[in-house]
Each structure stands twice: as C-alpha cells, then as structure tokens.
Nanobody, 116 residues
Framework: QVQLVESGGGLVQPGGSLRLSCTAS????????MSWHRQAPGKERELVAF?????????KYADSVKGRFTISKDSAKNTVYLQMNNLAPEDTAIYYC????????WGQGTQVTVSS
C-alpha cells in the first residue's frame, strides 16, 4: 500500500526557513519522479518543484521559488525534502508531495503559513 506522509509545515516569519519532508512507503522513492505542489486559498494547486527518478536527477522549479527552494531525495530514508528559504507571505499554502509511479499518489498536505 502506497502512502506519502508530509511533515515540517508551520508558522514562520517572512525571511524565515522551513524544511518539508515527505516519507514514502509501499515503493522505492528513488526510482520514481517526485514533486512538491502547493495550493493557496482560492487558488489552483501549482507545481513548486520536481525531481526525476534514477541516479542522475533532473530538477525543475517554478519561477516563483527559484533560488529560494531546494528539492532533494534521500533514498535510504525513502524521503523527499523541500528546503524553503527566504519565505514570503505569498508562499502561504498547503504543500503536497506527489509520487509519479504506476499512477499518481498524493500526500495529505502540510500547512505553511508565512506571517509576521
């Protein structure tokens, strides 16, 4: 049974940092493409960061987070991370991880709130 569990969200001041984690079970995360998405109130869910599976990763970021967010994988821990630096109020959203396996699987989401 495939399961994705996100953690690491919370309340942070503008300019602060958070690291989100998404731990997978039921499949080997390193083999597959993984991504982080977010959905702000009243807005559609959007892609934030994407990393391909396999040994040689290809990584892509949304323009709005380039230079501030970093996606990474730890195959030994079966976990994908999203390091978020220099956070701004417009980064406030529910963040979801997604596994692109034989079908797509989503985590339950973790709330990130950036506010002073």
């Amino acid at each position: 049974q495939v399961q994705l569990v996100e953690s690491g969200g919370g309340l942070v001041q503008p300019g602060g940092s958070l690291r989100l984690s998404c731990t997978a079970s039921g499949f080997a995360l390193g083999t597959y493409d993984m991504s982080w998405h977010r959905q702000a109130p009243g807005k559609e869910r959007e892609l934030v960061a994407f990393v391909t599976g396999g040994v040689r990763h290809t990584i892509k970021y949304a323009d709005s987070v380039k230079g501030r967010f970093t996606i990474s994988k730890d195959s030994a821990k079966n976990t994908v991370y999203l390091q978020m630096n220099n956070l701004a109020p417009e980064d406030t959203a529910i963040y979801y991880c997604k596994a692109h396996t034989w079908r797509d699987f989503w985590g339950q989401g973790t709330q990130v709130t950036v506010s002073s």
